[in-house]
Every structure is written in structure tokens, then in C-alpha cells.
């Protein structure tokens, strides 16, 4: 395989340029900018969160982002039929499916893809119809992945919220754990045919790890990047995120 083609690629998310621009009511910071200083710093893909309450991007972000970006949009949204019908409207490169509960902060678990199977078959078919590609949210476990194939997910994201909170909570034994649990996961959904991604809550301290799995093809990071982009910028935390993970890979 070339080293171009084993490249792990960036998904850089959006949604919290779109919380501080709402935080004021302002028509500023404006996330569909943010995007483009993304693509330019070398991301990958635009990570981008519809969220039933519409907390942080907008439908109108969205219709700018798919008219504006050069790169895939990942078009991130709950299993609703509001959401599938702007989905199929827009035609995003990807859709990932995420739980989501109103009164969560962010996307604080996995999607229950194994006890919810018949209806999430149903739910993706036409969006693999008119051409998404069809990602899962899920935690590492065996029962989900193989859920998620069935179902007829072509990609599943790792959550890798876990392994970050207990790196920080000076928790070892368990971050490391959790890392085993994301590697074996990885390397049997890749086993299965699907494509690997992950994401949540990664940073500098905590992105090698999981960069170096072999068969993680891509990692969506936002909550951390927009932080880090107000001590070293956007470009700049960007750039520092890619040498990590290229480094890891190396």
C-alpha cells in the first residue's frame, strides 16, 4: 500500500465556531469561514452536527458549507425523519449517525445500533440510494459492529470519548483498556468489510494512540481544535493535530 493511500485522513468538526457565533446571537465566528481555513490548514473532510434543537449549526450553514466546500462534508444527525429528508436533499458525501438526547451537552455515547436494527436498515437504504456514504457512532463492541454491518452502515466511527476521560482522569489502567477495546473493535469491523474512523474528545496529548491503529482510516476531532485554535489558531492547532497523526502513522 503507498503511503499516500495508508494516509489517516482529518475530519475537522465545526459545530463549536457555530456555538460561539450563537452564543451572541452575531453573525459571527462564521463556521462555513472556519471550514475554509480547515481545508487550507489540511483537513480532509468538514465534520458538521445537525441537531434537532439547532444549538449550533443551522440549516443555512448547511446549505452554505455544501455549496462552499471543496472537500466532503460529513453530515453528522440523528436517525429522524426531518433529518433523513435533509439528507437526501442535500446529498452529503457522508452521513453519520449519532444518538442524540436534548439534554445532553454533546454526543455522550454510541448509537444502539443492535437492538434498533430493523429500523435503522430501513432508515439508511435510501441514503445509500442517492449516493451518502453511511457512517455508525458506536462504542467498541463487538455486538454494535457487527450490528452496523448488518444493517448496511459501509463505515462505523469509533467513540473514543472513554478512552480520552479516563487519560485524564489520571486513570491508566482503564485508558489503556479501553485502547485494547478500540483496537480489537477496529480490527474486526475492518475484518467485516466496513471502513474505521474515530472521534470524540481527542487532543494532542491523546491522539497518537489512536492515530496509529492500522486500521482507523480516518479521525473526526472538533470540541478540542476550536479550543486549541484560541492560543495557536485555527490553521496553526490544525497543522499541529496533522503532524501528530502523520507521525503516529509513520
Known amino acids: 500500500?503507498?503511503?499516500?493511500?495508508?494516509?489517516?485522513?482529518?475530519?475537522?468538526?465545526i459545530?463549536?465556531?457555530?456555538?460561539?457565533?450563537?452564543?451572541?446571537?452575531?453573525?459571527?465566528?462564521d463556521p462555513v469561514e472556519a471550514a475554509k481555513v480547515a481545508e487550507e490548514a489540511g483537513a480532509d473532510g468538514i465534520t458538521a452536527h445537525l441537531r434537532e434543537d439547532r444549538r449550533h449549526i443551522s440549516d443555512d450553514d448547511i446549505d452554505r458549507?455544501?455549496?462552499?466546500?471543496?472537500?466532503?462534508?460529513?453530515?453528522e444527525m440523528a436517525a429522524t425523519d426531518e433529518m433523513q429528508q435533509i439528507a437526501l436533499r442535500h446529498k452529503p458525501h457522508a452521513v453519520c449517525i449519532v444518538p442524540e438526547k436534548r439534554e445532553e451537552r454533546t454526543t455522550e455515547g454510541g448509537l444502539e445500533v443492535a437492538g434498533d436494527a430493523n429500523r435503522l436498515t430501513q432508515f439508511i437504504a435510501p441514503l445509500r440510494d442517492v449516493g451518502c456514504r453511511v457512517s455508525l457512532f458506536i462504542g467498541a463492541d463487538e455486538r454494535q459492529v457487527e450490528a452496523a454491518h448488518r444493517v448496511g452502515a459501509?463505515?462505523?466511527?469509533?467513540?473514543?470519548?472513554?478512552?480520552?476521560?479516563f487519560h485524564y482522569e489520571g486513570d491508566i489502567p482503564s485508558r489503556d483498556r479501553e485502547l485494547g477495546h478500540l483496537t480489537d473493535m477496529a480490527r474486526f469491523g475492518h475484518g467485516l468489510g466496513l471502513e474505521v474512523h474515530a472521534g470524540h474528545g481527542l487532543t494532542f496529548e491523546t491522539?497518537?494512540?489512536i492515530a496509529a491503529i492500522p486500521e482507523v482510516r480516518e479521525l473526526n476531532i472538533g470540541h478540542f481544535l476550536i479550543s486549541a485554535s484560541i492560543f495557536d489558531g485555527l490553521d496553526g492547532a490544525i497543522r499541529r493535530m496533522r503532524a501528530l497523526m502523520d507521525e503516529a502513522r509513520a
Open 1 to 13: 500500500m503507498s503511503a499516500q493511500s495508508d494516509r489517516l485522513r482529518l475530519g475537522v468538526n
Open 15 to 29: 459545530d463549536h465556531v457555530a456555538t460561539l457565533r450563537n452564543a451572541r446571537g452575531s453573525a459571527y465566528p
Open 65 to 75: 458549507l455544501m455549496a462552499a466546500l471543496e472537500r466532503p462534508l460529513n453530515f
Open 154 to 165: 459501509e463505515v462505523i466511527e469509533l467513540h473514543t470519548g472513554a478512552y480520552c476521560d
Open 207 to 209: 491522539v497518537r494512540p
